[in-house]
Every structure is written in structure tokens, then in C-alpha cells.
T-cell receptor, first 115, second 111 residues
């Protein structure tokens, strides 16, 4: 039973438009959420995170929104650029950002940004 | 080296053989992790270690073992490889927060 779900395996958007990647979770004990980006033949790299005490976190072109009541988070990329084409993984953990609790990952969404 | 080094980068292994995937970090992070990545399943945790001398089981530990003799090294051993262990394996480390640093992965094919 997957605790973190990314139901869209792929997404294609035009350069300059908004990309919205979605993630759902089932475990109400999760209190810290992250997005990782992965290029082929490389390891995932940290992109942005959000604590459960917030509902929005922004970093440049990237914004993560958290809806705790719906157990849903989303990553918005505005404007999208061809270099954003990658696989994006949603991840969740318990214990807050300062713990070494294990990350549970979703299955990933492959984003293609068309020039 | 900087960050996490995994070796080998790829390997073809006969079923039934023993194999150790190596992972070394130079960041003095306390916590280390092994994940496998499979299409449609994302990254699944195999084993983890919160600090040197301790290890724990993740979501899919069967068929794998780990050790953490020191802070820097966290090898993953397949005692007797099976084809279902064909995957890309990622080692990661953390200073205690949830922001992991990942290695570049080991692509393992068991035939």
C-alpha cells in the first residue's frame, strides 16, 4: 500500500507555461514534505520542502502548496523551462525537518517542457 | 571525492552470486540510506542507518543486508542475487534533516 502517491506518471507543458505536479499521501503522521528532481543517470537532488505547519513555500520559480485536510500537495513551476524536464519525486517523512526519519517516496512524474 | 560515491556504476551479475554495492560519503553525515528505484514504483527504502553502529530495515529489506562500521561507509550486500533484484540502487545520506544527498546510483542487472 503506497503511502505517497503520484498518480500522473507524465506531464507535458509548453515552455513559459505553468507546470503543476500533484502528490497525495495517506499517512496523517507525515509532517514534512519534499520534492526531488532527477535527471537520467544521476541521483535525485533536493528541490523544495514544506513543513506541515505551513501551507505554502516558495523558492524562485518553484512553489509547493500543502492541503493537510485533503492530504495533498502540489509543486508549481512558473515559468517552465526546457531544463526543468526531469522526473520529479514527492517524498514525506515523520518527525520534522530536524529528524533523520526515513523518507517515503512517490513513484515519480516525468515532466517534459517543450520549447 | 565530494558528496557520495557509489561503486560500481553498473554491474551484470549471475543469479545466485554474492554482490556488495559500495557507498562512501565525505560529509560526516550521521544518517545513511539505501533505496532501489524501479519503474512505476519510485524509490523504495531497503535499509537505513541513523548513526555508525546501528542499522534498520526499510520497506523492502528481504535479500539485502547492510553494515555501518564507521560514519563514512555503508555497503549493501546481496547474499544470493535473484532477477527481481535487478534495479537501480541509490545510496543517500543526511545530517539529520530530511534533505538527503544522493549518490549517482548503481545499475544492477541480475541474469
Amino acid at each position: 500500500d503506497q503511502q505517497v502517491k503520484q498518480n500522473s506518471p507524465s506531464l507535458s507543458v509548453q515552455e513559459g507555461r505553468i507546470s503543476i505536479l500533484n502528490c497525495d499521501y495517506t499517512n496523517s503522521m507525515f509532517d514534512y514534505f519534499l520534492w526531488y528532481k532527477k535527471y537520467p543517470a544521476e541521483g535525485p537532488t533536493f528541490l523544495i520542502s514544506i513543513s506541515s505547519i505551513k501551507d505554502k513555500n516558495e523558492d524562485g520559480r518553484f512553489t509547493v502548496f500543502l492541503n493537510k485536510s485533503a492530504k495533498h500537495l502540489s509543486l508549481h513551476i512558473v515559468p517552465s523551462q526546457p531544463g526543468d524536464s526531469a522526473v520529479y519525486f514527492c517524498a514525506a517523512s515523520r518527525g520534522g525537518a530536524d529528524s533523520s526519519y526515513k523518507l517515503i517516496f512517490g513513484s515519480g512524474t516525468r515532466l517534459l517542457v517543450r520549447p | 571525492i565530494a558528496g557520495i560515491t557509489q561503486a560500481p556504476t553498473s554491474q551484470i551479475l549471475a543469479a545466485g552470486r554474492r554482490m556488495t554495492l559500495r557507498c562512501t560519503q565525505d560529509m560526516r553525515h550521521n544518517a545513511m540510506y539505501w533505496y532501489r528505484q524501479d519503474l512505476g514504483l519510485g524509490l523504495r527504502l531497503i535499509h537505513y542507518s541513523n548513526t555508525a553502529g546501528t542499522t534498520g530495515k526499510g520497506e523492502v529489506p528481504d535479500g539485502y543486508s547492510v553494515s555501518r562500521a564507521n560514519t563514512d561507509d555503508f555497503p549493501l550486500t546481496l547474499a544470493s542475487a535473484v532477477p527481481s533484484q535487478t534495479s537501480v540502487y541509490f545510496c543517500a545520506s543526511s545530517a539529520g534533516g530530511a534533505g538527503y544527498t544522493f549518490g549517482s546510483g548503481t545499475r544492477l542487472t541480475v541474469v
